[in-house]
């Protein structure tokens, strides 16, 4: 586990077949639940990805069909400044934390 974030104590309720359960394959309940509720975190970012290009909001298909320069050329006068390109920051994908600001 890279950097060892800081803990909170959490009180959950479960059913005893799957302390059971837990118990059979791990010593420690908490790193088995912390694991599973990892795994669980990285499906649902990744379906959530999957569903925003199944579905992308109709204004970003339409600004990604015209490009960006097209688009900022539409914007009325005195609006230019509200976007520039050179101004961005570059992010990298980590299907872990979502996008982030490479390292180095």
Do not use: C, N, Y
Not at 53 to 64: I, R, V
Not at 68 to 86: I, M, V
């Amino acid at each position: 586990m890279p950097g060892a974030a800081p803990s909170e104590r959490v009180t959950v309720t479960m059913p005893a077949e799957l302390i059971a359960g837990i118990d059979r394959f791990e010593r420690t309940r908490s790193r088995f639940i912390a694991d599973a509720v990892r795994h669980e975190l990285k499906r649902r970012r990744r379906q959530e990805l999957l569903r925003s290009l199944e579905e992308p909001h109709p204004d970003s298909l339409t600004t990604a069909s015209l490009g960006l320069e097209s688009w900022s050329q539409g914007l009325t006068a005195g609006d230019e400044a509200l976007l520039d390109p050179r101004a961005g920051v570059a992010l990298r994908w980590s299907e872990e934390q979502g996008w982030q600001e490479p390292e180095g």
